[in-house]
């Protein structure tokens, strides 16, 4: 059964720091792409960040802030992310990408198929 498992959100300062990760099992994390969304109240989902074997791609929003990595051998995604805003606030998915993605189009919620519970991140003094 595939399944994603998002973790490491919580409340922390503007201009603090959290890692979020995503545990990877049913599946071989190096045999697809993975993508990081956020939602906030009200607000659309959106692509945060996205991975796979050789490359990485940021939303203009994070970039220069967040980084993504992956470990293939503990199977899970993270996203560091540094010097934090308010507007950073929301909550956090991982997904794992369909094989209809096309790298152009990594954004797109529904280029994914499976998706992890979310994490809270809130950012706040």
């Known amino acids: 059964e595939v399944q994603l498992q998002a973790s490491g959100g919580g409340l922390v300062q503007p201009g603090g720091s959290l890692r979020l990760s995503c545990a990877a099992s049913?599946?071989?994390?190096?045999?697809?792409?993975i993508g990081w969304f956020r939602q906030a109240p009200g607000k659309e989902r959106e692509g945060v960040s996205y991975?796979?074997?050789?490359?990485?791609f940021y939303a203009d929003s994070v970039k220069g802030r967040f980084t993504i990595s992956r470990d293939n051998a503990a199977n899970t995604v993270y996203l560091q992310m540094n010097s934090l805003k308010p507007e950073d606030t929301a909550v956090y998915y991982c997904?794992?990408?369909?094989?209809?993605?096309?790298?152009?189009?990594?954004?797109?919620?529904?280029?994914?198929?499976?998706w992890g519970q979310g994490t809270q991140v809130t950012v706040s003094s």
């Open positions: 997904a794992r990408a369909a094989a209809r993605l096309i790298l152009s189009s990594w954004r797109a919620p529904t280029n994914y198929d499976y």
């Open positions: 049913g599946f071989a994390l190096d045999d697809y792409g």
């Open positions: 991975i796979n074997l050789s490359r990485k």
